[in-house]
C-alpha cells in the first residue's frame, strides 16, 4: 500500500510517572482488521491537543505499527514515559458521500410511448 | 390539593366531569394536571366519605412513617403530628434529598404557621399549584392535611414514574400492567376494584421475587389470604411497611384509589433497584453469550478440521501406491475398494470440507460483526491447510481408477498369452519327442538300398515337416517376448520352457543336416521307391500338417473387446469353411492313393509292406481330419456365442450412455444456472436463499439418478468393457462435476446467509444492500468477488463519495484504501466493502455500554468481586468472567476485586491509555 498521500505526522508525548494515563483510547490492531488508531482524547491530558481522535498511528517508538497486533501496541505504550509516535491525521475519519449514488439496481424502463416510437421522428430522420 | 378534591367528586359519583372521565379509564389530558383542578370545585364539595377518609389516614400515615423512620422519627396522629410543620419539613427533605430552610424554633402559632408555609413553598417551588392555607394545617383539619399529604405522595412517589412519556398516574398504571401481563386471573384496569382479590399484588410480587411466594396455589377465591400474604411478604423481605388493611380493601365496593396507588407506588420503587441490575446483567449475558458462542465454533472449526486432515491422511498413502498384487482376483478387489470410497467414503467428506469452510466464514462474519478479533485457526489447520490437504487427495486420486484398469488389461492379456504359450508348447512337443532319437538312430547303416531309398525319402519328408514347423517356433517365441515386455510374473518358467525348446529346435536342424548328408551318401546305393507310397508320403506330410494347423486354429482362443472383431473372426471362419471341399477332395486323393497301393498288392497278392516314406498313417489322417469336421461346427458356436457376449457388451454401452447423456447435461446446466443465481440477485435475499435451497433440494432429489449410472459403469467395469464410443461423459467426469455442484451449492447458501445475518445485524434495508451489491458487481469487471484498487475508487464514486481527481482526491482514496484493507491484499472484498459502507450505523459506543453495566452490577464501584458476579450472572458465565479479569490494580487494593473496565475494552480491541 502506497502512504505517499498521507503525510506522516511524527509527534512526541511525554508524562511524568507512570501512574499518569496517557489519556486516550487505542482500538484495532492487525488481529482486529482496523488500523491501529486513537479512538478518543481526554482534555488536559498529555496526549492533549497532540494526538486527535481518528488518527493512524504508522510507528511507535521507531516500530512500523502497521503489522502489529493490539496487544503488542499496547505494552509498548503503557511501558513507555516518552512516546515517538509517527501519525496519519485523520485516517480513521469517516469520509461520506456528498451526493447520492448512482443507481445500478435493475429499475423500471421508462417506456417511450408505441406511438411516438415508431422508428421515425416526426421531422422524417431515422432514429436509432 | 385539589386532586385529592377534585377525586373525592368522583367518589359521590356528583361531577358530571368526572363521570365522563371515569367511563373511559384515565384519558391524558385528565391526570396530567390532577392536582390542579381549580378550586371552586372543592368549595361546592367539600364532604369526604368516612370509610375512605379512615382509609387514607391510614394509608398515608403509614407511607410518611417509611420515610421518617430514616431519619429516627414518626408520626401517629396525621392531623395533629404535622400541626408545628417540623416534622413536615423533616418529610420534605427525606423524600426530596434537598435542604429546606431552617426552621423556627418558637412554639407559637405563628412559628407554627412559618414553619408549615416553608414546607408549602417547597412544595410550590416543585411545580406543584396548592390549594391549602397553612393555617388549616395548624389546626388540624383533616380532610385538608390528607390532601396535602396525597399531593406530596403523587409529585414525590409517582410522577417520576412517566413510562413513554405518560401521566404519573397512566405510567403507574402501565407498568403495572406490564409486569403483571403474564399471570392467569389478573386484569389491572384501575386502581380500586382490580386489585381488590389482592392477585394483582402477590403477581407484582412473584414477578420480581420469584423465590418468595408459589403464585400457582393462589385462587381468586380467598382474596383476603392473598392480600395479607403479599402485605406480609412485603413487608418481611421488601421493607415495604403495611399501608392497606386486607379486610376494608376487600369488603369496600370500590376502594380509595389514591392508597392504593400510594401503596403500590412503594412496590415500584422497591423494585426498579432490582429491575436495574437485572437490565445490567442481561447486557452483560448478552455480550459474553456471544463470545461463548464464537469460542464453542472455534473449538468444533478445529475438531472438525483435525478429523477431516486425519482422514486425508490415512487415506493418500492408499491412493498413491499404484501396485497390484498381479493377480485379477486381487486388482478386482481394490477396483471394489476404490469404488466403496467414491461412493461412500469420499462424499460426506466432502460435505465435511464444505461445512468448515461455511463455518469459518459464518464465524468470521459473526466476529466481524460483533467487533471481535477475527479468528486465526491452530498452525496447520487453516482453510487453506484443508484446501491444500484435499487438492493433495484429489491429486492423489487422479487417474487411480484409469491405472487399475489398465492393470487389470494388462493381467487379462498376461492370463490369456500364458494359456497360449502353453498350449503352443504342448503342441509342439508333442510333435518333437523322439525326432532326436530317430534322427540319430543308426538304421542307415544295415539297411538294404530300397529301404535306404526309402529313408531318404522320409528324411526329405521330415525336412518339409521341419520346415513347417519352423513357423510355430517362431510364435512360440514370439509369445515368449511379449510375456517378458508385459512383466509375466513366472517369466522364468516361460523362459527356461523356451529356451529348451529352441535349443532343442536347433539340435534338431544340425542333426537333419547330418543326417540329409549320410544318407545322400548312401543314396546312390538306394533303389527307387514304389511311386505310390511315395506320392502318398509327399501328400500326406503337408497334408497332416495343414490338418493340425486347422485344427488348432480352431480350437485358437479368441481375446477381444468389439462387435467388429467378432464379426472378423466370423467372417475368416466362414473363408476357412469356403476351403473345405478342396480339403475333402486332397484327403480323398491321398486316401486312394493309400487304397490303391492296397488294390496293387491284393492284385499281386503281395504283403503290404509299411511304407518305407513315411509314418503317418492313413488312420491318423482320417481321424484327424473327422476331427477337424466336428471342430467347425463347434467353432461356429462359439463364435456366435461370443457375438451374444460382444452384442451385449454394446447394449451395456449404450445403457450407460444414454444416462450419462441425460446426467451429464442436466448437471451442466445446474451449474449454469448456479452461475447465474451467483452473480445476480433478484428479488430479496430471503427469494434467493428460497431459490438456492430450492436448487439444493432438486439437486438431492437427483442423487438416485447418479446412483443409477454408478449401477450402469459397475455392470461395464464387471464386463471389461473399457472404452465407450456413445458417451463422451466418464464415470469420473460426471462425479467430480456433481461433487462440484454439491460443494458450490452449499457454499453460496452459506454466503446469502450470512448476509442476510449482516443484514440484520447491521440494520440495513434489502433495498440498500441490494444496492450496494449491484454497485459493487457492476465494478466487478473480472467476476472475481473482489474489487482493485482503481474499481474500487470508481465504485466509491458512483455511490456519491467526492474523490476528486487531483492530489487531495488521491489522498482520500488512500486513507479509505487503509481502512478498508489494512493488511494490504491489495484487493477490496464484498464483505469489506459492505462493512465500510455502513459502518456508521453500526458504530456505537460498546465498550462505554459494557463498562455501564458492569458498573451498575457492581453497585458503582470501580471493580467488581466474583461473589457480585456469581450473584447477578448465570454460573458459566460469572465462571468465564472470573477466568478472563484481571486483578483492580486502582487506588485501593481490595483483596479479589476484579477489573471489569480493561476487560470490557479488552473484548472489543481497545484500550485506555
Same mark, same amino acid.
Given at each position: ?128 | ?389 484435499? #487438492?493433495?487427495?484429489? !491429486? ?8 487399475? &484398469?489398465?492393470? *487389470? $488389461?494388462? +493381467?487379462? %492379456? ?20 523322439? #525326432?532326436?532319437?530317430? !534322427? ?8 538294404? &538300398?530300397?529301404? *535306404? $531309398?526309402? +529313408?531318404? %525319402? ?24 511379449? !510375456? ?12 527356461? $520352457? ?416
Amino acid at each position: 500500500m502506497d502512504y505517499s498521500l498521507m503525510p506522516a505526522t511524527p509527534v512526541l508525548i511525554e508524562r511524568s510517572s507512570f501512574d499518569q494515563s496517557w489519556g486516550f483510547r487505542l482500538q484495532g490492531g492487525v488481529d482486529f482488521r482496523l488500523p491501529l488508531s486513537i479512538k478518543k482524547v481526554i482534555t488536559n491530558s498529555p496526549a492533549h491537543n497532540k494526538l486527535h481522535a481518528g488518527d493512524g498511528l504508522a510507528f511507535i517508538d521507531g516500530r512500523d505499527a502497521s503489522l502489529m497486533k493490539h496487544e503488542d501496541a499496547e505494552i509498548m505504550i503503557r511501558n513507555s514515559l516518552r512516546l515517538q509516535l509517527v501519525l496519519r491525521r485523520g485516517q480513521l475519519n469517516t469520509i461520506r458521500p456528498t451526493k447520492s449514488s448512482v443507481k445500478f439496481s435493475p429499475g423500471p424502463n421508462p417506456r417511450a410511448n408505441k406511438a411516438l416510437h415508431n422508428g421515425t421522428t416526426p421531422n422524417g430522420y431515422r432514429r436509432f | 390539593m385539589s386532586a385529592y378534591h377534585y377525586e373525592s367528586n368522583e367518589h359521590n359519583g356528583i361531577s358530571s366531569k368526572q363521570q365522563r372521565a371515569g367511563s373511559g379509564g384515565y384519558s391524558q389530558q385528565n391526570s396530567v394536571d390532577e392536582y390542579m383542578v381549580p378550586e371552586e370545585e372543592w368549595e361546592r364539595e367539600a364532604v369526604l366519605d368516612p370509610a375512605w377518609e379512615r382509609q387514607q389516614k391510614k394509608t398515608f400515615t403509614a407511607w410518611c412513617n417509611s420515610h421518617l423512620r430514616k431519619v429516627g422519627t414518626s408520626i401517629e396522629n396525621i392531623e395533629e403530628d404535622f400541626q408545628n410543620g417540623l416534622k413536615l419539613m423533616l418529610l420534605l427533605e427525606v423524600i426530596s434529598n434537598e435542604q429546606l430552610p431552617k426552621p423556627d424554633r418558637g412554639r407559637m402559632r405563628f412559628h407554627k404557621i412559618a414553619n408549615v408555609n416553608k414546607a408549602l413553598d417547597f412544595i410550590a417551588s416543585k411545580g406543584v399549584k396548592l390549594m391549602v392555607g397553612a393555617e388549616e394545617i395548624v389546626d388540624g383539619n383533616l380532610k385538608m392535611t390528607l390532601g396535602m399529604i396525597w399531593t406530596i405522595i403523587l409529585r414525590f412517589a409517582i410522577q417520576d414514574i412517566s413510562v413513554e412519556e405518560m401521566s404519573a398516574k397512566e405510567g403507574l398504571l402501565l407498568w403495572c400492567q406490564r409486569k403483571t401481563s403474564p399471570y392467569k386471573n389478573v386484569n389491572v384496569q384501575n386502581f380500586h376494584t382490580s386489585f381488590k382479590d389482592g392477585l394483582a399484588f402477590c403477581a407484582l410480587i412473584h414477578r420480581h421475587r420469584p423465590d418468595l411466594l408459589d403464585y400457582n396455589k393462589l385462587t381468586k377465591d380467598d382474596p383476603l389470604t392473598n392480600l395479607n400474604l403479599a402485605f406480609d411478604i412485603a413487608e418481611k423481605h421488601l421493607d415495604i411497611p403495611k399501608m392497606l388493611d386486607a379486610e376494608e380493601i376487600n369488603n369496600s365496593i370500590k376502594a380509595d384509589e389514591k392508597v392504593v396507588m400510594t401503596y403500590v407506588s412503594s412496590y415500584y420503587h422497591a423494585f426498579s433497584t432490582t429491575q436495574k441490575a437485572e437490565q445490567a446483567a442481561s447486557r452483560i449475558c448478552k455480550v459474553l453469550s456471544i463470545n461463548q458462542e464464537n469460542e464453542q465454533m472455534m473449538v468444533e472449526y478445529e475438531g472438525l478440521a483435525s478429523d477431516l486432515l486425519e482422514w486425508i491422511k490415512e487415506k493418500r498413502p492408499w491412493l498413491e501406491n499404484r501396485a497390484t498384487d498381479n493377480t485379477l482376483d486381487g486388482t478386482q478387489a481394490k477396483l471394489g475398494d476404490f469404488r466403496d470410497y467414491c461412493r461412500s467414503q469420499k462424499p460426506p467428506k466432502l460435505s465435511q470440507k464444505a461445512k468448515l469452510e461455511t463455518d469459518f466464514n459464518t464465524l468470521q462474519t459473526r466476529l466481524r460483526l460483533s467487533n471481535r478479533p477475527a479468528f486465526t485457526p491452530t498452525e496447520g489447520k487453516l482453510i487453506a491447510d484443508i484446501v491444500e490437504a484435499w #487438492k493433495g487427495l484429489e !491429486l492423489a486420486e487422479k487417474g487411480f481408477e484409469d491405472w487399475l &484398469l489398465r492393470e *487389470l $488389461r494388462r +493381467l487379462e %492379456r498376461l492370463d490369456h498369452l500364458v494359456k497360449k504359450f502353453q498350449h503352443k508348447c504342448d503342441i509342439h512337443e508333442e510333435w518333437s519327442n523322439g #525326432k532326436i532319437d530317430l !534322427l540319430q538312430s543308426t538304421d542307415l547303416k544295415q539297411c538294404s &538300398l530300397n529301404d *535306404l $531309398r526309402a +529313408l531318404s %525319402r522320409r528324411h526329405l519328408a521330415f525336412e518339409s515337416d521341419l520346415a513347417a514347423h519352423q513357423d510355430r517356433v517362431e510364435q512360440i517365441a514370439a509369445i515368449a517376448q511379449e !510375456l517378458n515386455v508385459l512383466g509375466y510374473e513366472q517369466i522364468t518358467n516361460v523362459n527356461q $520352457r523356451c529356451q529348451k525348446l529352441c535349443n532343442e529346435w536347433d539340435e534338431l536342424g544340425d542333426l537333419t543336416q547330418k543326417r540329409r548328408l549320410a544318407l545322400t551318401e548312401a543314396e546312390k546305393i538306394v533303389e527307387l521307391i514304389d511311386s505310390l507310397f511315395l506320392e502318398y508320403a509327399k501328400k500326406a506330410a503337408p497334408y497332416l500338417n495343414w490338418l493340425d494347423g486347422a485344427r488348432e486354429d480352431l480350437i485358437d482362443m479368441f481375446f477381444i473387446h468389439t462387435l467388429d472383431e467378432i464379426c472378423g473372426l466370423i467372417e475368416a471362419h466362414n473363408q476357412f469353411k469356403a476351403t473345405l471341399g478342396e480339403a475333402d477332395a486332397e484327403y480323398k486323393n491321398i486316401i486312394r492313393l493309400v487304397e490303391d497301393a492296397q488294390q496293387k498288392c491284393r492284385d499281386n497278392n503281395l504283403d503290404l509292406s509299411p511304407n518305407p516314406y513315411t509314418n503317418i498313417q492313413p488312420d491318423e489322417i482320417t481321424s484327424k481330419w473327422n476331427e477337424v469336421q466336428t471342430l467347425v461346427p463347434q467353432r461356429d458356436q462359439d463364435l456366435q456365442s461370443e457375438y451374444a457376449k460382444q452384442q451385449q457388451n454394446e447394449r451395456f454401452r449404450i445403457q450407460f450412455a444414454q444416462k450419462a447423456n441425460v446426467v451429464g447435461p442436466w448437471i451442466e446446466r445446474q451449474h449454469e444456472q448456479l452461475q447465474q443465481l451467483t452473480f445476480q440477485v433478484v428479488g430479496t435475499l430471503e427469494q434467493h436463499q428460497k431459490k438456492l435451497e430450492t436448487m439444493e433440494l432438486n439437486v438431492t432429489q437427483y442423487r438416485p439418478h447418479i446412483d443409477e449410472l454408478e449401477k450402469y459403469n459397475q455392470q461395464i467395469q464387471e464386463c471389461m468393457i473399457f472404452e465407450n464410443r456413445h458417451t463422451p461423459y466418464t464415470m469420473e467426469v460426471v462425479r467430480v462435476a456433481w461433487e462440484q455442484l454439491h460443494t458450490q451449492l452449499t457454499r453460496q447458501i452459506a454466503e446469502i446467509k450470512n448476509q442476510i445475518y449482516t443484514l440484520e445485524k447491521k440494520g440495513i434495508s434489502e433495498e440498500q444492500m441490494n444496492e450496494f451489491r449491484a454497485a459493487f458487481a457492476h465494478f466487478d469487471k473480472s467476476r472475481s468477488r473482489r474489487l482493485d484498487p482503481k474499481e474500487f475508487r470508481s465504485c466509491l464514486i458512483a455511490c456519491g463519495y467526492n474523490i476528486r481527481e487531483d492530489r487531495q482526491g488521491d489522498a482520500d482514496f488512500q486513507r479509505i484504501m487503509a481502512n478498508v484493507d489494512p493488511t494490504h491484499t491489495g484487493f477490496v472484498t464484498f464483505e469489506s466493502f459492505l462493512d465500510f459502507m455502513t459502518r456508521e450505523c453500526s458504530e456505537e459506543d460498546s465498550v462505554d455500554q459494557l463498562t455501564l453495566a458492569f458498573k451498575t452490577l457492581s453497585a458503582d464501584k470501580p471493580y467488581i468481586t466474583a461473589e457480585e458476579l456469581k450473584r447477578e450472572l448465570p454460573a458459566n458465565q460469572a465462571e468465564w468472567c472470573i477466568q478472563r479479569m484481571k486483578p483492580y490494580t486502582g487506588v485501593e487494593d481490595v483483596p479479589g476485586a476484579y477489573d471489569y473496565k480493561t476487560f470490557s475494552s479488552a473484548l472489543y480491541g481497545e484500550s485506555d491509555l
